[in-house]
């Protein structure tokens, strides 16, 4: 597998605070991954690491290396990468119809940019987007009158739109009822099956899908540990990550492992 992501000896600092500490972290190209870790762990600056908007310490030999290049530009990081953020929507304050938020990730932007036309080929690409995740019949909707689990789908099929080859996903569930959350988990299935790398970043294991089979397991800031998903999602580990006691179950449907989490108060 060629390499994604290579970090090693990265020292995140925020505030006068070592925020993330990695010592030593590959992600391949086209891998299907989940960091797991509770709210503050540091997930989310992982991310940042990844598409180049937090940049670790200075150390002559770089800590990160995105495709083996040190110096990548954020150009070709977003080139790669499509991007999805539960906080993404939060920026949505415009009446847009859907199909422009979604042509708009061909550009990086939201909604199109000022001054730059749709082209028949950004159009196309939006309503192929739009199609494989089943949200083309929202194409005409104006955006703020979206439920939220359609504005999250709508979200991906932008994060989609310029055929990136890995999609990232930052806490894609949170703040949805369990209909949004059922069409965005199948959104990511949908992903991984067509071939997308796919990094997912969750404090939910009910997020993990079953064509993710490796598990990052993310605490105050440091990897804590990192393997194959049913060790790592083991009753054990999940109890130790969460700090409180917690029964991991898997279930199997139709040759498909699912995760969810059990506590009792
Ligand atoms: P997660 O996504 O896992 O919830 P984050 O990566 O957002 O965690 O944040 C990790 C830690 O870094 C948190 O404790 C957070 O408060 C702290 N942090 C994040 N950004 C800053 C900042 N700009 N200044 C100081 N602390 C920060
Ligand atoms: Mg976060």
Do not use: W
Not at 28 to 53: D, Y
Not at 139 to 148: E, F, K, N, Q
Not at 166 to 182: N, Q, Y
Not at 198 to 226: K, N, S
């Amino acid at each position: 597998m060629k390499p994604l992501l290579e970090i090693r000896d990265a020292h995140v600092v925020r505030g006068g605070k070592e925020i993330l500490i990695v010592d030593d972290l590959c992600l391949g190209v086209g891998e299907k991954v989940a960091v797991l870790g509770p709210n503050g762990s540091g997930k989310s600056t992982l991310i940042q690491l990844l598409t180049r908007e937090v940049l670790p310490l200075y150390r002559e030999e770089p800590p990160v290396r995105f495709k083996g290049e040190a110096r990548a530009v954020r150009a070709d990081v977003r080139k790669s990468l499509g991007v999805v953020s539960s906080t993404m929507q939060d920026e949505i304050t415009v009446h847009l119809p859907v199909v422009e938020v979604v042509e708009g990730g061909c550009f990086g932007t939201l909604g199109l940019p000022f001054h730059v036309q749709s082209t028949p080929i950004t159009r196309e690409r939006a309503v192929a987007a739009m199609e494989l995740l089943g949200v083309n019949e929202l194409a005409d909707r104006d955006i703020m009158t979206l439920s939220s689990g359609q504005a999250r789908r709508v979200l991906i099929a932008r994060a989609l739109a310029d055929d990136p080859e890995t999609l990232v996903f930052d806490e894609p569930c949170s703040g949805l009822d369990p209909e949004g959350m059922h069409y965005v988990r199948a959104a990511m299935r949908r992903l991984a099956q067509v071939g997308k790398g796919i990094v997912l970043v969750t404090h939910y294991p009910e997020d993990i899908i079953p064509e993710i089979d490796r598990v990052i397991l993310l605490q105050d800031g440091e990897v804590v540990a990192d393997g194959a998903k049913l060790e790592m999602l083991s009753s054990e580990q999940m109890s130790q990550l969460f700090g409180v006691q917690l029964l991991s179950e898997c279930r199997s449907v139709d040759g498909d492992e699912y995760f969810s989490l059990v506590s009792s108060y």
